[in-house]
């Protein structure tokens, strides 16, 4: 590998506090799922043999609640951002988008709303918000430049912010 070739670069998703909540709480459900269809099935077996209807409530019950658990689970382990050599990649749980570096534009620091927002266009229309971090921001960018030396970095206080929804 040679020395100038910016190495895989990962930076963890940053949930909110709501988000994470939301998840527990998905999984408590899918628990409390799981245990319902348990007993009902364990209520119908002992009462006898359950219809048909009744084995694909149970068999349906069981897929939805260990297919979400699935699902909320790899997004808590596995949501981040990876800069390869020539993509961005989003990858929230099993859910991934590529976005080609050469394709970005320009990279905007919000501070005062503390978001991070990468552009592929010059009207500013297509892009996507870098929830990582604040710590972490300085770092991606510089990153994401080493990979594309003509994205343009640009910041706005939040004082321009503020002025800027005032015009709106």
Same mark, same amino acid.
């Given at each position: 590998?040679?020395?100038?070739?910016?190495?895989?670069?990962?930076?963890?998703?940053?949930?909110?506090?709501? %988000?994470?909540?939301?998840?527990?709480?998905?999984?408590? %459900?899918?628990?409390?799922? +799981?245990?319902?269809?348990?007993?009902?099935?364990?209520?119908?077996?002992?009462?006898?043999?359950? $219809?048909?209807?009744?084995?694909?409530?149970?068999?349906?019950?069981?897929?939805?609640?260990?297919? %979400?658990?699935? +699902?909320?689970? $790899?997004?808590?382990?596995?949501?981040?951002?990876?800069?390869?050599?020539?993509?961005?990649?989003?990858?929230?749980?099993?859910?991934?988008? &590529?976005?080609?570096? #050469?394709?970005?534009? $320009?990279?905007?620091?919000? #501070?005062?709303?503390? &978001?991070?927002?990468?552009?592929?266009?010059?009207?500013?229309? #297509?892009?996507?918000?870098?929830?990582?971090?604040?710590?972490?921001?300085?770092?991606?960018?510089?990153?994401?430049?080493?990979?594309?030396?003509?994205? *343009?970095?640009?910041?706005?206080?939040?004082? *321009?912010?503020?002025?800027? #929804? &005032?015009?709106?």
């Amino acid at each position: 590998m040679e020395k100038n070739k910016p190495t895989r670069k990962v930076y963890p998703f940053q949930f909110s506090l709501l %988000l994470l909540a939301l998840a527990v709480l998905g999984l408590a %459900l899918c628990a409390a799922g +799981i245990g319902l269809t348990t007993w009902q099935l364990v209520r119908a077996l002992l009462g006898g043999a359950p $219809s048909a209807y009744e084995c694909i409530t149970y068999a349906l019950m069981y897929f939805v609640s260990v297919l %979400l658990a699935v +699902i909320l689970i $790899s997004m808590l382990i596995c949501s981040r951002y990876v800069l390869t050599e020539d993509t961005l990649i989003l990858q929230f749980g099993v859910i991934r988008q &590529k976005f080609e570096i #050469k394709k970005i534009c $320009s990279v905007h620091l919000f #501070k005062g709303a503390k &978001k991070l927002a990468v552009y592929f266009d010059d009207y500013h229309t #297509k892009y996507i918000v870098i929830v990582v971090k604040e710590i972490w921001y300085d770092d991606f960018v510089r990153e994401l430049t080493a990979r594309n030396e003509r994205v *343009e970095f640009t910041f706005s206080s939040a004082e *321009e912010e503020d002025a800027f #929804k &005032k015009k709106k």
